[in-house]
């Protein structure tokens, strides 16, 4: 939650139970708890809200934060009197983030004017609880005077039954002021409930002066805690009431580009806790028990949690019958052909052989999710009653902790290990994934065999095992354009364009572009299975012509494929085409015998063509991918560089030269740059009566040292600088 202080735009919520979200009756109680805690914020007396001035060295900066703190309380002695429920004793919990920062020109200006909010928000029903956000803000002026900003002056946006969320302008915050301003989130229960676990990173997008941390926690709760990449440790105390007191801090925090490939937890200092709630049986820790440092085997052997034998068994039935029908004599087959065969009727019964109560057949489908853990779990039963062998592995995501330092079971994911001749790796990100698919965040990480763990407290687990990285082979976003002029005004094109996307680079589209029905039908017929999912409907619903509405979604879903596809134009050239004529999905990439994502499209679009007297001058840099576009602030760095992963971008485009034109310029579209993290090269020659262009840019690694930025940052500038090329087509 405290990672990045809500910055332009930040979300809060306040949260109060079903039966008081008629709460405009409360709203003179909840205007005097929120001054309440005004008069409380604004009066701590710390010193490094009290200092406005911003030292020379940081004059450039964009804004400045000057100082940052975050409080902690968890306890079961304070009373809420003020509370909508209004229960005699209460669980208490709030969580409070004060930021001073000085805006320094027009870009900190707009990003800190306004702030978006919730002011109620229904809980999701599992505890009986409230949380209410209280907001606070100022501007202090550079002649010292302060202007406080009221709730009443923020704009109700959207309103139901269950919420209200509020805009607050920042009125009359100018380049030169100081905006000081807080969060409050305070949440009771009658019943012990857990707070949230919360990760503080000391760094931003802007340098901090001053970041400190304060938690004061009751002896009803647990506390698991840690510092991370060389932040400071915690000082340990205790107030008068003999509860936890944790305060730890930092100063001069530089700027880090934490919205341009990094890793934020594993590149800046941390701070972790988990404020644990339920003793030992919930948690497996005692009330009371304050844990530094939690061992690593104990996260691994907790992260593991097996299937529901009732719900695999019937699994195993639906898969055997799926198998059979794709291949009856399916116990013939190899090891290697029976686990992939084995796994598609798995996951063909689990995501494609389903409906959604509401008949979502949309994209939205394609977003279908499913608990990693149970559906590997299940897979892993349906394994061994095909006698296949397998173990479940579990690592940390590259862009959470390292293994080292992992805390909860949610910092681990976990992969399954087919054991066969030739060993792949199952996961789950979506339906889409092909087996022997390792998604980019899991590349490169320590792997632990899971049952290694079992029943080993305290013991060192092995963290030589890696997944595999891919190469930039691997992971390819190819290109094949055909332009032509459209039109007797020559200022518009129609482009004919087949795309391949490989690797690590079809997710995306498949999730945007794919219709489920068609991929429901593929997947159907090559297993062989004659009962659709309508004949199940029709089966099930007798009384409801289910079919016909059926029908009517999936009718729905394909009409929505010429919007998708537009916007998948929109996005590739930054210009929305002018007519979609066709469009058409090759290869949907779902089988690891055929992996690549391939689609057509066909569209007019102006934007690339400009006249010039009688001659056109033709923007042939528009006509590739589009190079990343850095901030002045983002063209140093001193972090090393977390990209996605290794990929190829390689266009071919052969664009026809109209009658009585000729082109010029098409030789200084030849170039080469390569370097120890990438390589661009780019081609072009006149042949049969069209300029034929090749263009390819290659990142060779998913992970560069600092040290060589500079190169990356070459590879970048080549890019933008050919995005601006352009040649001219000469008449006569």
């Known amino acids: 939650m405290f990672s990045k202080l809500y910055s332009l735009s930040f979300v809060l919520l306040a949260v109060i139970a079903g039966q008081s979200v008629h709460a405009q009756a409360d709203t003179v109680k909840y205007k005097e708890r929120a001054a309440a805690v005004n008069q409380e914020v604004w009066g701590w007396k710390l010193p490094a809200f009290a200092s406005h001035t911003v030292p020379a060295g940081y004059a450039g900066e964009s804004s400045v934060i000057l100082a940052r703190r975050a409080v902690i309380e968890a306890d079961s002695k304070k009373k809420m009197d003020w509370a909508v429920l209004g229960a005699r004793r209460n669980f208490y919990y709030n969580s409070t983030v004060r930021e001073l920062v000085k805006i320094n020109d027009k870009a900190s200006l707009e990003e800190y004017s306004q702030l978006n909010f919730r002011q109620f ?110 932040a400071p440790d915690a000082r340990q105390s205790a107030n008068e009431d003999k509860d936890l007191v944790l305060d730890l801090e930092l100063h001069n925090i530089p700027a880090a580009p934490t919205g341009l490939w990094m890793s934020s937890l594993r590149e800046l200092p941390a701070f972790r806790i988990n404020v644990l709630a339920g003793g030992r049986l919930a948690t497996g820790r005692s009330n009371g028990d304050v844990i530094k440092d939690a061992p690593l085997s104990d996260v691994i052997r907790r992260s593991w949690v097996e299937s529901n034998p009732q719900l ?80 479940i592995v579990a690592l940390p995501s590259r862009y959470g902790p390292d293994m080292r330092q992992v805390m909860i079971p949610g910092d681990l994911v976990h992969l399954l290990q087919v054991d066969v001749d030739k060993p792949f790796y199952i996961t789950n990100d979506n339906m889409f994934t092909c087996p022997g698919y390792i998604p980019d965040y899991l590349e490169g990480q320590p792997c632990v065999d899971i049952n290694s763990q079992n029943g080993r407290r305290g013991a060192q687990p092995n963290l030589t095992n ?64 004659e009962k659709s999912i309508m004949d199940d409907l029709k089966k099930a619903r007798k009384s409801k012509n289910v079919s016909e509405d059926y029908a009517t979604a999936l009718q729905k879903a394909r009409e929505s494929l010429k919007d998708r596809f537009k916007e998948e134009v929109s996005s590739e ?134 040290a060589k930025w500079p190169q990356l940052l070459a590879i970048l500038d080549a890019s933008t600088e050919f995005a601006g090329q352009k040649v001219l087509l000469k008449k006569g």
């Open 573 to 706: 050239f930054e210009e929305n085409p002018k007519e979609m004529i066709s469009w058409k999905v090759d290869n949907p990439g779902l089988r690891h015998s055929a992996p690549d994502l391939v689609y057509s499209t066909e569209f007019t679009m102006d934007g690339l063509l400009q006249r010039a007297g009688n001659n056109i001058l033709l923007s042939i840099g528009k006509t590739v991918s589009s190079p990343l576009k850095l901030t002045s602030s983002q063209r140093t760095r001193k972090v090393d560089i977390y990209m996605p992963y290794a990929r190829t971008i390689d266009y071919s485009v052969s664009f026809a030269i109209p009658q009585g034109f000729t082109v010029q310029g098409a030789d200084k579209l030849n170039r080469t740059l390569e370097n120890d993290c990438g390589s661009l090269t780019t081609a072009a020659k006149i042949e049969g009566g069209q300029l034929v262009l090749h263009f390819k840019r290659v990142y060779k690694h998913n992970e560069e040292p600092a």
């Open 466 to 529: 890696l997944t595999p990285l891919s190469a930039a082979a691997d992971n390819i976003h190819r290109e094949n354009l055909h332009i032509n002029i459209s039109g007797d005004d020559m200022q518009s094109v129609r482009v004919k364009r087949q795309t391949t996307l490989t690797g690590r680079m079809k997710e995306g589209e498949q999730l945007h572009l794919l219709n489920f029905e068609d991929c429901y039908e593929s997947e159907r017929n090559t297993m062989h299975v």
């Open 312 to 391: 695999a068994y019937m699994i195993i039935q639906q898969v055997e019958k799926i198998v059979r029908a794709a291949d009856k004599h399916y116990y013939t087959l190899s090891k290697d052909s029976l686990a992939y065969l084995v796994y598609y009727a798995y996951r063909f019964n689990l995501y494609y052989n389903q409906v959604e109560k509401d008949m979502i057949v949309g994209e939205g489908r394609n977003h279908m999710e499913m608990k990693t853990d149970l559906y590997l779990s299940c897979l892993g039963t349906v394994f061994n009653r095909f006698k296949i062998k397998y173990h």
């Open 121 to 230: 928000k229904k809980l999701n029903g599992w505890i009986s609880g409230t949380a209410t956000t209280f907001v606070g803000a100022r501007i202090i002026k550079p002649d010292g005077s302060v202007r406080q900003i009221s709730i009443d002056e923020s704009v109700i946006l959207r309103t139901d039954k269950d919420d209200l969320e509020r805009k607050l302008a920042i009125a009359d915050l100018q380049v030169g002021d100081l905006l000081d301003y807080y969060v409050r989130v305070e949440e009771w229960s009658v019943a012990l409930r857990e707070p949230e676990r919360l990760i503080f990173v000391f760094g931003d997008d802007h340098p901090i002066l001053h970041y400190s941390i304060h938690c004061e926690i009751g002896d009803k709760y647990a506390v698991e805690y840690r510092s991370m990449n060389k």
